[in-house]
């Protein structure tokens, strides 16, 4: 095994890893059943959150706020509570949406997509959202994925799995809004495996969660693959930097779509898991809202 289990607290839809340095603490969602999870770095228990909706993506406001994003919009979270207080409706009207992948752009703004619960071609979108504003960048998007940023902000990477072509577009270092056209940078057609979430080390240096793959594969900014981390679940959705020198990965997984046979075939399917690499990673900024 090239990874380790960090929470063997198995989910439907393991997602939206993130990692707070200030807590040494880990947060990530079973989306299909509404669940936000978060466990210690440093061991213990996992802890299990219900909501009372789907939610896909978590970031820190602050040392005592965290923005949550779920089928309705983003929402406000008080740390020491849990309580939410909806901050933004997005999609809110649209019962046949919901949310799913985001990401922190260095500036502070926040990308995030939408797609619809049972991943209806064309249901979904992606949008930025900065200090109070919200605009529309990508309509027609059936399952949003692989948002990410280059470390100095002038690179945004994207995808719609259900194409399987990852993106990359030039952006704007002080906004975090495009600039100019999308164009191809790893095209994953025929291949095994689907483009699903993806983070960017402090070299550029793209890494991607391999749905039904079953490993975390490492692209440079040129497009090249450069290195396959195999992972213990076929499933593998998104990765994350962890540790207090974002030394560390970490991946979900998801047991999703699967037959009693193929769960028997992959006992780990849905659990979360500890890469054994080291990699030059970097922590995720706060959000402005």
Known sequence: MAATILSDEACELGEGPTYDPATDTLYWFDILNSRLLEKKLSGGQTRIHQLDEMASAIATIDGERQLLLTETGLHVRDMASGKLVLHMSVEAANAGTRSNDARVHPCGALWFGTMGKTA???????????????????????????????????????????????????????????????????????????????????????????????????????????????????????????????????????????????????????KTFLLDIKVNGRHEPNVLI
Request: hydrophobic share 40%; charged share 25%; net charge negative.
């Open 120 to 270: 209806e071609a064309g249901a979904g979108a992606i949008y930025w959202y900065f200090r109070g504003e919200l605009r529309l960048l990508f309509p027609a998007i059936s399952i949003p994925n692989s948002i990410c940023f280059s470390p100095d902000g002038k690179t945004a990477y994207y995808t719609d799995t259900a194409v399987n072509l990852l993106y990359r577009l030039d952006c704007d270092a002080d906004t975090g809004l495009p600039l100019g056209e999308p164009k191809l940078f790893v095209d994953r057609r025929g291949g095994r495996g689907d483009i699903d979430g993806s983070v960017v080390d402090r070299d550029g240096v793209l890494w991607n969660a391999s749905w039904g793959g079953g490993r975390v594969d490492a692209y440079a900014p040129d497009g090249r693959l450069l290195r396959s981390v195999p992972v213990p679940a076929v499933q593998t959705s998104c990765p994350a930097f962890v540790g207090a020198a974002a030394d560390r990965m970490v991946v979900t997984s998801a047991a999703e779509g699967m037959s009693a046979k193929a769960r028997r075939a992959d006992p780990h399917a849905g």
